[in-house]
């Protein structure tokens, strides 16, 4: 049955974990990593595998969901996990049997009974327990309050606490590299790994396309010597047996030599030409899929992830000569580091002569978590001694998330502190960007254009940053039709030019400048 499920989840590409040990606690673990908003469960462990959020009832028609925290518990309750941890011990749980006679009433009066952190209540409980029963037959100790009379005559067993439990509670087995279950990264290199595929088949129907074109004229001028169609002799476009009518026409009543040298140096080369020419476009054709890989390649090599999972998820990126960390929000994909960023940092980290950012005003426009942005103060610090002023926009829900990482990367590295603000496109554009006084060097954008309702207002913004002499550095990731129509429309306004072109990735990098004249 697991499977039987592990492959159906394969076949709809939802990607999945498989627990080393306990579910409940690689569910935990991802909870406490605040990977997941919690877990759906109805097992009472998971609080014990150190679980925050937990929801009930989730697949019980007859019953509301509830959901639970375990700060509400420690809170109201006094409920850490320590303590419950030793009410498992007291009431019974997957690894251990528990106290016959002890409920849930019974269990809170002994923590109470005997306080102390860790195993420390159940140790004292054991050494009074042993105690109590080496005095069983002598008076009762008028001292016990009344839970202690109760507790005599339970049972415990040998060895009570088993620190084992515990530790197995409190230190589970669970995955540390849990990538894939968050990024459809391996979903995105079998895509690549098919385009590219795909490419070279192409490239291999069109080669022998052509080779059968090869062969059809070298054929042709038999057929057509046999169809009985000729000319006068001596006429000027009489056919040659070897040029085929299209190639080249010779004349019949030449000299031998004359001929002989007119087939050596005429129709035969010309079609031996026509075969080079057609394998030197397949070699070329073979080489950009090659030069395409090789680019990819260099590109997503720059993004690595941690050996370990950590209290805070990161993911990190090597631009500039320096290490990056980009936290990401799964809450919405704004908040995403998608491939187009990586095109365009890779871009301007190789070319720094042709594009020198000191102390030039940049602004980026649906910066996302800010990796674009963390580059160009960067390369302020490492090439030049000061660094590019930079405005980094986004939409207000995606801003948190993008100050987090631009404060984390940026703090006390930069002369430039980069300027993160709120902007909505084509929406108070000129009340708080007024031409007069924000006039920018560069705007920069990945992955802005796509089929979402707002790209009229993504151009109205392109044009009201844009001065004559505003460069425009613009990588976007083609999917559906409305991206070409909105590049049809943009070069309409803008000179543009392509800087990069990766199939596999299906992404390009443009430079773009305002035609003169053209006002917004």
Known sequence: MCQESQELLRLFGVPFIVAPMEAEAQCAALDRLDQTHGTITDDSDIWLFGGRHVYKNFFNQNKYVEHY??????NQLGLDRSKLINLAYLLGSDYTEGIPGVGYVTGMEILNEFPGGGLEPLVQLSEWWTEAQENKKLAANPKDTKVKKKLRNLQLHPGFPNPAVAQAYLQPTTQLRIDSFFRLEQQERQSIRSQRLRRAVTCLKR???EEEVEEEEETSPSKKDRSGASQPDGAPGAVGPLAGGFVESVPLLNSPADTQDETRGGATPMMSSRAESSSSSSEDDNELVTADAELAAAIMKRHFRPSLIKTEAWEGYEFADMEIKITESTDCYGAVLWPSAMVLCHFLDTHRDEYNLMDKNIIELGAGTGLGILLKPY?????????????STDLPDILGNLRHNVNRNTRGRCRHAPHVTELSWGKQLEERF?????????IMAADVVYAHPYLQELMETFMH???DDTVILWAMRFRLAPENSFVETFEKHFHLEELYDLPSLRIKLYRAQKRRGDAA
Request: net charge positive.
């Open 69 to 74: 925290q375990s700060v509400d518990m420690q």
């Open 207 to 209: 080669k022998e396309r």
């Open 379 to 391: 390369r302020g610090v490492v090439f030049p001694p000061t660094g590019a002023k930079v405005t």
């Open 434 to 442: 007024p031409r007069a006084t924000c006039r920018y060097d560069y």
């Open 465 to 467: 940053l844009s001065s």
